[in-house]
């Protein structure tokens, strides 16, 4: 059973990379800001960081999900429902090129495998508190946050804006040549 987890981890880690790097990518190349080439070097280097960045700094996060949310201790059958659940929701949503989260696919499938198990075994309290606040505090901070960006760059210099349009210009005239800092 042991090796079926990790089949589910594995899969699970390939299906959130193929869902969530080409959202950067295409943020960036459709922009305009970078080519198609530039745009995933920096995806991947960026996955890389990200990847090991997530060794320290998502420690409380699987602290919540491995013991926070059901009450029960997990086995290996309980933790491979879950990760196959989640992982057949975020590969068919990717496959559909559908929107998806894949924390939010791994919370409902520790619900329902939760309510599955024992339908008390779901700590409600902690899910709102953990989990439901900080997501709705996250919303209204980026909206925020990304308001007040905006009219910052609403405010930048001409020379800021001469400066992207001649790189626009650059990477229209080579979109396939691979640019990291520019012409």
């Given at each position: 059973?042991?090796?079926?987890?990790?089949?589910?981890?594995?899969?699970?880690?390939?299906?959130?990379?193929?869902?969530?790097?080409?959202?950067?990518?295409?943020?960036?190349?459709?922009?305009?800001?970078?080519?198609?080439?530039?745009?995933?070097?920096?995806?991947?280097?960026?996955?890389v960081v990200g990847a090991v960045?997530?060794?320290?700094?998502?420690?409380?996060?699987?602290?919540?999900?491995?013991?926070?949310?059901?009450?029960?201790?997990?086995?290996?059958?309980?933790?491979?429902?879950?990760?196959?659940?989640?992982?057949?929701?975020?590969?068919?949503?990717?496959?559909?090129?559908?929107?998806?989260?894949?924390?939010?696919?791994?919370?409902?499938?520790?619900?329902?495998?939760?309510?599955?198990?024992?339908?008390?075994?779901?700590?409600?309290?902690?899910?709102?508190?953990?989990?439901?606040?900080?997501?709705?505090?996250?919303?209204v901070v980026a909206f925020g946050?990304?308001?007040?960006?905006?009219?910052?760059?609403?405010?930048?210099?001409?020379?800021?804006?001469?400066?992207?349009?001649?790189?626009?210009?650059?990477?229209?005239?080579?979109?396939?040549?691979?640019?990291?800092?520019?012409?």
């Open positions: 059973m042991t090796w079926m987890v990790l089949v589910g981890v594995l899969t699970l880690a390939v299906a959130n990379g193929a869902n969530d790097v080409p959202k950067g990518v295409a943020t960036l190349a459709g922009s305009g800001m970078t080519g198609y080439h530039t745009a995933v070097a920096w995806g991947a280097a960026t996955t960045a997530s060794v320290w700094l998502a420690g409380s996060m699987a602290a919540l999900f491995s013991s926070g949310i059901v009450d029960e201790r997990p086995t290996s059958g309980f933790s491979f429902a879950v990760l196959a659940g989640a992982g057949t929701w975020v590969v068919l949503a990717t496959v559909r090129r559908l929107p998806v989260s894949t924390t939010h696919a791994i919370l409902g499938a520790l619900i329902g495998a939760g309510l599955l198990l024992d339908a008390g075994a779901v700590r409600w309290s902690t899910l709102a508190s953990k989990v439901a606040v900080p997501l709705l505090v996250s919303a946050v990304s308001g007040l960006l905006a009219l910052t760059a609403a405010r930048m210099p001409a020379r800021t804006v001469r400066r992207y349009r001649r790189q626009r210009a650059c990477t229209q005239e080579d979109p396939h040549r691979v640019r990291v800092l520019g012409c």
